[in-house]
């Protein structure tokens, strides 16, 4: 299973590629505007360094609504580097667009996907990518795991190939539950990142660990 940071915080991806466990990154407008980025240059500069960092997939999001113009802002934003994956919304327009852009080699991850026919659809567009929403989904009762395991079903019936990110993570057990049903990739926020990592058990059995070996040393 993959693993992408869900942030647009160079900080944060750096200290994440340093943990060894990095495959790429997904950004998105709110997570864009978080860190005070002005302007579309400035914005591109930024997923130029987020490229420089991580050397694997990085989402950037097109945010036009007509397919021509959608089109035109991939090209953009594939030219920056080629880690580039342009995100698209899951939007009539946003399927013509990822078409059109399959066809080119331009790769694209089809956004805000939150039923198992939308993830058919832009797989069937031509979707590198597709990113099913489940923390969302959890926040209106809807169980959001229980997309994934559509998608991840769906998929595998017709051997198709679009690779599938869990988004909008919220929680480690999301993680757990998404590599048990086979889903491709996680997008995971940084907090949780750090969240997978630490067990009590670890903390107390390092505890007693150094603390034994004082009584080694005191034996020398
Ligand atoms: C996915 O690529 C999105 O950036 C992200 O996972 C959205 O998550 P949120 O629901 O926490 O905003």
Same mark, same amino acid.
């Given at each position: 299973?993959k693993f992408f940071? *869900?942030? !647009?915080?160079?900080?944060?991806?750096? #200290?994440? &590629?340093?943990?060894?466990v990095l495959d790429g990154v997904?950004?998105?407008?709110?997570?864009? !505007?978080? $860190?005070?980025? +002005?302007?579309?240059?400035?914005?591109?500069? &930024?997923?130029? !360094?987020?490229? $420089?960092?991580v050397?694997g997939p990085?989402? #950037?999001? #097109?945010? +036009?609504?007509?397919?021509? *113009? @959608?089109?035109?802002? #991939? $090209?953009?934003? /594939?030219?920056? *580097?080629? &880690?580039?994956?342009? %995100?698209?919304?899951?939007?009539?327009?946003?399927?013509?667009?990822? %078409?059109?852009? +399959?066809?080119?080699?331009?790769?694209?991850?089809?956004? @805000?996907?939150?039923?198992?026919?939308?993830? @058919?659809?832009? /797989?069937?567009?031509?979707?590198?990518?597709?990113?099913?929403?489940?923390?969302?989904? *959890?926040?209106?009762?809807?169980?959001?795991?229980?997309?994934?395991? $559509?998608?991840?079903?769906?998929?595998?019936?017709?051997?198709?190939?679009?690779?599938?990110?869990? /988004?909008?993570?919220?929680?480690?057990?999301?993680?757990?539950?998404?590599?048990?049903?086979?889903?491709?990739i996680?997008?995971?926020?940084?907090?949780?990142?750090?969240?997978?990592?630490? &067990?009590?058990?670890?903390?107390?059995?390092?505890?007693?660990?150094?603390?034994?070996?004082?009584?080694?040393?005191?034996?020398?």
């Amino acid at each position: 299973m993959k693993f992408f940071i *869900d942030t !647009a915080n160079l900080d944060e991806i750096r #200290a994440a &590629h340093e943990l060894g466990v990095l495959d790429g990154v997904t950004t998105n407008p709110t997570l864009v !505007a978080k $860190e005070g980025i +002005s302007g579309r240059e400035g914005f591109k500069k &930024h997923i130029k !360094a987020i490229c $420089e960092l991580v050397k694997g997939p990085v989402s #950037a999001e #097109a945010v +036009s609504t007509r397919a021509e *113009d @959608l089109i035109a802002e #991939a $090209e953009e934003l /594939a030219a920056i *580097d080629p &880690h580039v994956v342009v %995100k698209i919304p899951m939007t009539k327009e946003g399927l013509k667009a990822v %078409k059109v852009l +399959s066809e080119k080699g331009i790769k694209t991850n089809v956004t @805000l996907v939150f039923s198992p026919l939308q993830a @058919l659809l832009a /797989a069937k567009a031509g979707a590198t990518y597709v990113s099913p929403f489940v923390g969302r989904l *959890d926040d209106i009762a809807s169980p959001g795991m229980n997309l994934i395991r $559509e998608v991840v079903d769906i998929y595998s019936n017709y051997l198709i190939e679009t690779e599938i990110i869990v /988004a909008s993570i919220r929680n480690p057990l999301h993680v757990l539950e998404a590599a048990k049903m086979g889903a491709d990739i996680a997008t995971i926020p940084f907090k949780v990142i750090e969240q997978l990592l630490k &067990h009590p058990l670890t903390d107390a059995g390092i505890e007693k660990f150094m603390c034994d070996w004082k009584k080694v040393e005191e034996c020398k």
